[in-house]
């Protein structure tokens, strides 16, 4: 009874380990966890508008009028040329938004016979409008229109003899009102601009200058 007893029981564990191995072996193997595939979103470069540029160029002033300002009295249609120094602002987001600008000639413009020298410095706030890469803004400014005599003697022809003349050394400074019609290109943090200042715009001494500049947005 005993040895049937250890028989069975015997018979049994092995049953059971063949049937526990004969499951193991149909089961399919698990796949291993899937991850979640993981989606990479390319992030768009966004190129950020310079709030304040500063740049270089050149203003054209009185231009269309036959200005002589050499000692041969040669003329110019782009009337005097002076190097200017540009600065240019941005207020306001989207499409419309503000621009003031700034224009100062440095340095000014000796005059051919070394007796004073002239420089301008021009204020406008315009309203601007961007399309796609260009600007367009229009506004009202004022220009600032300097005269400083050097001061000191020259010697100059008096009919048949010469003579000494004194050099005026003070400062004339004149205010002219101006509309100004503007537009510009930006390239990354780079700029090409056009303004045309209009002043005495509705009267008969109407006088139109223009400054080209090219700029670089500092922040």
């Known amino acids: ?30 796949a291993p966890p899937s991850k979640a595939p993981v989606e990479k979103t390319a992030e768009a470069s966004v190129v950020e508008v310079p709030k304040l540029n500063l ?4 203003l054209f002033h009185n231009l269309g009028k036959r200005v002589s300002n050499s000692e041969t009295g040669a003329k110019s249609l782009l ?20 621009v003031p600008a700034l224009h100062y000639t440095i340095p000014g413009r000796m005059d051919f016979d070394s007796a004073a020298e002239r420089s301008l410095l021009a204020l406008s706030v315009m ?17 600032f229109y300097s005269i400083q ?15 000494e003349f004194y050099k005026p050394a003070y400062i004339s400074t004149s205010r002219l009102f101006y ?24 009267g008969k001494r109407r006088a139109v200058s223009t ?6 947005g500092v922040f």
Do not use: C, H
């Open 1 to 30: 009874m005993v040895k049937l007893k250890r028989v069975f029981l015997l018979a049994f564990g092995i049953s059971w380990i063949l049937a526990q191995s004969s499951a193991f072996a149909e089961a399919p193997p698990k």
């Open 55 to 58: 740049g270089i160029g050149v």
């Open 79 to 98: 009337g005097t040329a002076y190097s200017v120094l540009s600065i240019y602002g941005r207020f306001g987001e989207g499409n419309w938004f503000f």
């Open 127 to 143: 309203g601007a409008r961007k399309i796609k890469s260009f600007e367009v803004r229009l506004g009202p400014g004022i220009l």
């Open 149 to 163: 005599g050097v001061g000191g003697t020259a010697i100059l022809n008096n009919g048949n003899s010469i003579s």
């Open 179 to 202: 509309f100004d019609v503007g537009g510009g290109y930006a390239w990354r943090r780079f700029r090409v601009d056009l303004d045309t200042l209009i002043t005495g715009t509705f």
């Open 211 to 216: 400054v080209l500049s090219l700029s670089y």
